[in-house]
């Protein structure tokens, strides 16, 4: 390179490997079938479904994709009933019956002059224009996304929440990044945006939104990747006690629950525990605070059968 040459900008997309370590800057460690899908899809221009239980970490991938790139963060998130007035765009009506009142005055004068019906409505045609045009619409999440000059990273939160007709609205918008507003016409974003759908499998979600995106399932951490987790997530907490929790956790996954504690769960009780300034795991202390680690008493009550024995097995390896 000539001296005074300008130096090549790296980008945090550049490779799988920057894409982990920038992830893990922003508090979120990626597995490398996760950094790869995010890979794929921002050089791919591919939206992600992002699948799995609740609590894995679906939605703050999306949020420390949008860190890491220094993009805004727009969320939709998704509901029965949710429709295209909601994600999309509906019209400021307050804003327009407004407009009408101070314009009754002017139209005197508009009018004037005018033979026949039909030539005033000509007339008032280009007026009536003007209330469904840039200044009277009210942009929602999606069309929020398109239209951002730099990009944006787009959550459609829990995706399999919505009815199936809302499904098949998002199809031309995560294919071709365009939306169509009949009164305006077609916008298509100058600079797609990184999409993530979130799905916790309440339904089924159509083969024709599935054949648009990137499939990524994230499962339940090992151990191994859950004590990062926790390390990143809870920077004060001791070694040991980060190890004990996270066995015990892995254990209590093994259990016929009604609910497993995920990752979320993980966290919330590791930052308890840095809390009550524990340095070790004992049975009392588990049973007082397993509230935090299970949501359901039929769980709780399961569990705390098996504390001794759990904690016995932990001592001996």
């Not at 089924?204 to 994230?218: S, T, V, Y």
């Not at 308890?272 to 300034?277: F, R, S």
């Amino acid at each position: 390179m000539k001296a005074g040459a300008p130096r090549a900008q790296t980008s945090p997309l550049d490779s799988v490997n920057t894409i982990i370590e920038g992830l893990a800057k922003a508090g979120y460690i990626a597995s490398r079938r996760i950094a790869t899908a995010l890979y794929m899809a921002a050089h791919l221009e591919k939206p992600i479904l992002v699948e799995g239980t609740a609590g894995v970490g679906k939605t703050e991938l999306a949020i420390a994709s949008a860190a890491l790139l220094e993009l805004p963060l727009i969320r939709l998130q998704c509901y029965e009933g949710l429709d295209e007035s909601k994600a999309l765009y509906e019209w400021k009506y307050g804003k327009q019956l407004l407009y009408t009142q101070i314009l009754k005055d002017h139209m005197g004068p508009t009018l004037a002059g005018a033979p026949d019906l039909e030539s005033a409505m000509e007339r008032l045609h280009g007026v009536g224009d003007l209330f469904f045009s840039e200044t009277f619409l009210e942009a929602r999440p999606l069309l929020t996304a398109l239209r951002q000059e730099g990009g944006a990273v787009l959550l459609i939160d829990e995706i399999d929440k919505s009815d199936e007709a809302f499904e098949a609205f998002l199809l031309e918008a995560l294919s071709a990044y365009q939306v169509s507003i009949p009164e305006i016409g077609v916008i298509k974003a100058k600079t797609p945006p990184i999409v993530f759908l979130t799905s916790n499998n309440v339904r089924d979600l159509g083969d024709a939104l599935k054949r648009r995106c990137l499939h990524l399932h994230i499962p339940l951490p090992d151990q191994r990747l859950e004590e990062r987790i926790v390390a990143a997530r809870v920077p004060g907490i001791e070694d040991r006690l980060r190890r004990s929790l996270v066995a015990f956790v892995q254990a209590v996954r093994t259990m016929d629950l009604r609910k497993l504690p995920s990752i979320s769960e993980t966290v919330d009780w590791a930052r308890v525990l840095v809390l009550l300034n524990v340095e070790s795991l004992d049975a009392d202390l588990v049973r007082e605070t397993l509230n935090v680690l299970l949501k359901f008493e039929q769980d709780v009550t399961a569990v705390e059968a098996r504390i001794p024995e759990m904690l016995s097995r932990q001592a001996q390896a």
